[in-house]
């Protein structure tokens, strides 16, 4: 069964840092288009970042571009995201996905429940920031 599992999320302060890993088992990474959306409670699903299976592009949503990266490791066959400057508004469970494009992992969807289009994703990784 394919699987990914994300971990490293947690409680921080506003302006710290927090690198999230996702680990794929019985597929590798580089097979799909591979990132991570986000839902925070009571609001859609927001895309994150994304690295193209297509073209190796990378991309990033407006609100976490200069502050977020992303990066693969395909001999640990693990995609992870560090996050700097940590905001409130980051707080959300974080979620990673692999799917044929970056467009289906990087909609920004009203109904948060949505997997459409996703061939894979994780059960998540709860990241909350406060002071």
């Known amino acids: 069964q394919l699987q990914l599992v994300e971990s490293g999320g947690g409680l921080v302060q506003p302006g710290d840092s927090l690198r999230l890993s996702c680990a794929a088992s019985e597929f590798t990474l580089d097979d799909y288009s591979i990132g991570w959306f986000r839902q925070a409670p009571g609001k859609g699903r927001e895309g994150v970042s994304c690295?193209?299976?297509?073209?190796?592009?990378?991309y990033y949503a407006e609100s976490v571009k200069g502050r977020f990266t992303i990066s693969r490791d395909n001999a640990k066959n693990t995609l992870d995201l560090q996050m700097n400057s940590l905001k409130p508004e980051d707080s959300a469970t974080y979620y990673c996905?692999?799917?044929?494009?970056?467009?289906?992992?990087?909609?920004?969807?009203?109904?948060?429940?949505?997997?459409?289009?996703?061939?894979?994703w994780g059960q998540g990784t709860l990241v909350t920031v406060s002071s």
């Open positions: 690295i193209s299976s297509q073209n190796g592009n990378v």
């Open positions: 996905a692999a799917a044929d494009f970056c467009s289906y992992i990087l909609a920004d969807l009203a109904e948060s429940t949505s997997r459409k289009n996703l061939e894979v």
